[in-house]
């Protein structure tokens, strides 16, 4: 007799000043995601260091009815932004009542924050010698407090196995859809995608968000070549055929495309071909060898290098693992 049905278990710790929106997106994110049978796949509950009220940063409070003891049993533990931990924005330092909190966390718990409540983690030591990232207008002053971390502001968001983070609040969103989709695979996260109405994979990282002039309207941008490249990423795709798509050199074409997605066009297109592959070897049958023509990367042995250096996985074992139960064939 197969065992019950236990969905994962996710914790979101309230803390004083957090941000009503940050706090909503890992309920709505893992709230969606089911699975064939239609059964949650997660179970996501709101705990406080200390029972009761928690003051947000707009005009009304939340009542939260779960204390730390919630923490204990969390499989995944999310930290939302808050604005009220002075100690802990000031001087790297936890608060009594929040280190005994986080004391209640499970050896091997997954730890997740969003935007700059990866300073509670960096504070409690968990980001020690780790990549990790926060919102880029607080990157510079979270890398002089905690300079034992290794910061990246340009992305939105880092998976460091057990410890993921994320930049600045809609990138929640990024990294709670990455977090369905490594755990239970595209088809999955796709649905919850197109449930919640956003985009299933963001291009490029924070750094196109960066504030920096604004340009001129009249001037061209890369969305076009874009468009083209997903319809084509099957063929082979020059440098130089995205410029040309879009009537520029090569050089200025590759400047305002780091400027509008926050990567180079070599890496964009790498990750829209990964993307194709994971897709097609979750959604069919096609051998191998088809999967990398059709996501274009040539030949199966590109393919496995690129998606094992993406996702630490061989194409076969990722189908294996993620086959969506009756897809098409």
């Avoid at 968000?209 to 604004?214: A, L, T």
């Avoid at 994971?278 to 042995?301: K, N």
Wanted: charged letters at 20%.
């Amino acid at each position: 007799m197969p065992p019950p049905h236990r969905p994962h278990r996710v914790a979101v710790l309230a803390l004083p000043g957090l941000l009503p929106f940050e706090l909503g997106i890992p309920h709505r994110i893992f709230g969606r995601a089911k699975d064939p049978g239609g059964r949650p796949l997660y179970e996501t509950v709101t705990c406080a260091p200390v029972v009761g009220p928690v003051r947000t940063d707009a005009d009304f409070a939340i009542h939260v009815e779960h204390g730390p003891e919630a923490l204990a049993t969390a499989d995944t533990v999310v930290v939302p932004a808050s604005y009220e931990l002075g100690p802990v924005y000031e001087e790297g330092r936890l608060t009594e009542p929040l280190a005994s909190a986080l004391a209640r966390i499970r050896p091997g718990t997954r730890l997740v924050s969003i935007c700059t409540g990866g300073y509670v983690l960096a504070a409690a030591g968990y980001l020690d010698g780790r990549p990790a990232t926060t919102h880029w207008a607080s990157a510079d002053h979270f890398q002089r407090l905690f300079p034992r971390v290794r910061v990246d502001a340009d992305v939105l968001f880092v998976d460091d196995g057990d410890v993921l983070t994320s930049a600045g609040v809609a990138a929640g969103i990024d990294l709670c859809l990455h977090i369905v989709r490594r755990d239970h695979g595209t088809a999955v996260a796709n649905e919850v995608a197109r449930r919640t109405v956003v985009p299933p994979y963001r291009d490029g990282g924070q750094a196109q968000y960066v504030e920096r002039p604004v340009p001129d309207p009249a001037v061209s941008t890369t969305t076009a070549a874009r468009a083209w490249a997903l319809a084509h990423l099957h063929e082979p795709i020059r440098l130089r055929d995205l410029a040309v798509r879009e009537s520029m050199s090569v050089r200025t074409f590759t400047r305002r495309f780091r400027d509008e997605v926050g990567t180079s066009p070599g890496q964009w297109l790498t990750q829209q071909r990964v993307e194709r592959a994971r897709h097609l070897l979750e959604t069919t049958d096609l051998p191998v060898d088809q999967v990398a023509h059709d996501s274009g990367f040539g030949t199966a042995q590109s393919l496995r290098v690129h998606l094992q250096g993406a996702i630490g996985v061989t194409p076969t074992a990722y189908r294996r693992t993620f086959r969506a139960a009756g897809s098409p064939a």
